[in-house]
């Protein structure tokens, strides 16, 4: 359903790969919702995923830029603010990867070149594409930026690795530079932390699999799914949250204010007392 929330507005969608990706649905709700938007990821990642059958469907144009160089993102924003005859209302950033993740490496044995590629992937291009932002006056009076987030920046979780520390970074970008976009230009810039989502991103995670079920199990509404994340960011960018900066807003079904549910409690008593479980306590 659409209630023409965005109607008028533009936007830039960082990260959209396939159907699964945050940012595909975040960009068709978006259009739904009566805007204009132009797409971008990497060059390898457009190579390897689908986003050009999204632009297709959405009538929309992909420019192809690495967000962690300066000049594509210059190029990017110059380019996206010509196809749509104006100013960005709103900017997405859907980007992250790990390469110690990648290569199974652990916390305790980083790869510190990885490291900076995992920080400079993940969170300092989110610096860099609002700086860029501001270096061209691109985004309009009371725009909004969203970056995605997980509660691994606080909180810790076996196998996120070096990402929790980006995410951390990524949090703290928001405040900082919302402060001042938000002085300058009353631009919000806000991140989402979303419930563990099965992309293609978060399958390379080390048992993501298992720490889906397990936040599910915690949180009292269950997980947020893709498409209930971008209905979120679609309010997000739209002029009802005008006042909201500077914020992580857990976006996870209730898990961030958990501390155990009768569900995971049930089992993991289960997990205790038997070596061979053949009856699942916890859907009784």
Request: aromatic share 10%; proline share 2%.
């Amino acid at each position: 359903m659409s209630y023409g929330l965005l109607k008028g507005k533009r936007g830039l969608i960082f990260g959209a790969l396939n159907e699964k990706s945050i940012a595909w649905k975040v960009a068709e709700r978006a259009v739904e919702e009566g805007a204009q938007v132009v797409l971008t990821n990497t060059p390898v990642s457009m190579r390897f995923g689908t986003i050009e059958e999204l632009a297709k469907k959405l009538n929309a144009i992909v420019i192809p830029a690495d967000a962690t160089k300066v000049e594509d993102l210059e190029n990017l924003i110059k380019k996206g603010m010509e196809h749509l005859g104006g100013k960005f209302d709103f900017v997405l950033h859907s980007i992250g990867m790990s390469p110690n993740v990648r290569k199974g490496r652990t916390y305790d044995n980083l790869d510190y070149n990885f490291l900076q590629q995992t920080l400079d992937i993940s969170a300092i291009s989110f610096h860099k594409v609002i700086q860029t932002c501001r270096k061209f006056d691109a985004i309009n009076e009371w725009g909004s930026v969203v970056a995605l987030s997980y509660i691994a920046a606080q909180r810790t979780l076996y196998g996120y690795n070096d990402m929790a520390d980006a995410k951390a970074m990524l949090e703290s970008i928001a405040r900082s530079f919302g402060y001042i976009y938000g002085r300058e230009k009353h631009v919000r810039i806000n991140t989402v932390s979303q419930s563990p989502t099965l992309t293609t991103a978060g399958g390379g995670i080390m048992g993501f699999n298992n720490l889906v079920d397990f936040a599910d199990r915690m949180s009292p509404l269950g997980n947020a799914d893709a498409l209930d994340c971008a209905d979120y960011v679609i309010t997000l960018f739209s002029d009802l949250s005008r006042k909201v900066t500077m914020q992580n807003l857990f976006h996870d079904g209730g898990y961030s204010s958990m501390g155990m549910s009768f569900h995971a409690m049930d089992v993991y008593n289960e997990g205790l007392e038997y070596r061979d479980v053949k009856e699942d306590k916890s859907k009784r």
